[in-house]
């Protein structure tokens, strides 16, 4: 049976939840608007000098709303575009070549059941959410 999308999903996000996989997205634009609209509004209240101190304020502030805040996986997968998600599910199904199921719930009994599958489809998994999504990764192996 060929794999769909969403059975590929469901399974990455309950290896994820299985392994406790957290991710930490960078998000440095929130961060840069942060500063340079605190700067703006600095030099509109209190001119050249208001510029410095807002932009130093405005940047410690921006550090503050992007340090990592680590969310479980499954969410962030769950929230994919359709052509990021389509990235992540040629990855996995590489790996089930070969494999076969009747239904959603035995090939994720498949693949936890097996060290090597498993291994291979967090790999894949940890490699995406690196990559593609410049994430930090936080897990319990």
Request: net charge neutral.
């Amino acid at each position: 049976m060929a794999p769909r999308m969403d059975d590929v999903m469901r399974l990455c996000c309950d290896i994820s939840a299985h392994r406790e996989i957290k991710v930490a997205l960078k998000h440095s634009a929130k961060g840069a608007m942060v500063a340079g609209g605190t700067a703006f509004l600095g030099g509109l209240m209190l001119g050249p000098m208001g510029i410095a101190v807002g932009g130093a304020v405005g940047g410690l502030m921006g550090s503050w709303v992007t340090s990592g805040r680590f969310v479980p996986l499954p969410e962030i997968l769950m929230e994919l575009p359709p052509s990021q998600k389509q990235k992540l599910y040629a990855d996995v199904v590489a790996i089930l070549d070969g494999l076969s199921w009747t239904d959603v719930a035995q090939m994720v009994a498949l693949v936890m059941g097996s060290a090597t599958l498993q291994q291979q489809v967090v790999a894949a998994l940890l490699s995406y959410a690196t990559k593609e999504l410049g994430a930090n990764v936080r897990y319990s192996d």
